[in-house]
């Protein structure tokens, strides 16, 4: 299935682009897709931390991702 | 209308948000008001961007918002943050909480910004004279 994964901070900084699509087997799960994205793209390795929120919530590495789930990344936050 | 939780490109406004705060039932309001400092670590800042995953922030702050209630018993809590591009000195991000008394209020209040810190999908750039970094991002 064709999961298309959304960046902001640092995270588009590496991407190079706001967003992009990842080709992952069924059933995958968070800890699935962060797996994929630290293969191809190393500089993820040295963010302190990388979580994914999957329809605007944090989820845990074990939740599996759905074909039209909006999943995001959310690199370190800073705001405040 | 009071809009108590907000994410917005304009100028905050430290003022107005008090204003929306008024609740006879309390004696206490404390704010916080998170400013951009004109430097890190002894190097000269010339000016910060935010950038929010808004509709995810909104929802991470209105739940601290309800947290806040239940835990510190207080009545009504304000969060506005701002995104884009913010000038040294300018208003980065206002809490305001009533609370009946005010060491709940001023608990509150730390509760909030720091949970904010930590989980609200915001993230901030600093520019400097010689390049710019997102804060945060590396351990």
């Known amino acids: ?80 | 209308m009071k809009t108590l939780i907000h994410i917005t490109s304009e100028k905050l406004d430290p003022q107005a948000c008090l204003e929306t705060i008024s609740y006879p039932e309390c004696g206490g309001i404390v704010s916080f008001v998170g400013t951009v400092r004109n430097q890190t670590k002894g190097k000269p800042v010339l000016k910060l961007e935010f950038e929010a995953y808004e509709k995810m922030a909104l929802k991470e702050m209105q739940k601290i918002a309800d947290q806040a209630k239940i835990k510190f018993q207080v009545e009504e809590v304000l969060i506005h943050h701002r995104t884009g591009l913010v000038k040294v000195g300018e208003e980065a991000v206002v809490i305001v909480v009533a609370a009946p008394h005010r060491k709940a209020a001023f608990q509150a209040c730390e509760y909030c910004i720091d949970t904010l810190k930590e989980m609200v999908p915001i993230w901030k750039k600093e520019f400097f004279e010689d390049g710019e970094v997102w804060v945060s991002a590396h351990p």
Do not use: C
């Not at chain 1, 390795?45 to 991702?65: K, M, R």
């Open chain 1, 1 to 80: 299935m064709k999961i298309e994964v959304i960046a902001f901070g640092i995270a588009k900084d590496i991407l190079n682009s706001n967003q992009v699509t990842l080709e992952m087997e069924e059933q995958s799960s968070v800890a699935d897709v962060r797996q994929a994205l630290v293969d191809l793209y190393p500089a993820f390795q040295g963010l302190a931390s990388l979580q994914l929120a999957v329809n605007a919530d944090y989820v845990s590495d074990d939740y599996l991702i759905k074909e039209n789930d909006e999943v995001v990344l959310i690199p370190p936050v800073s705001g405040g």
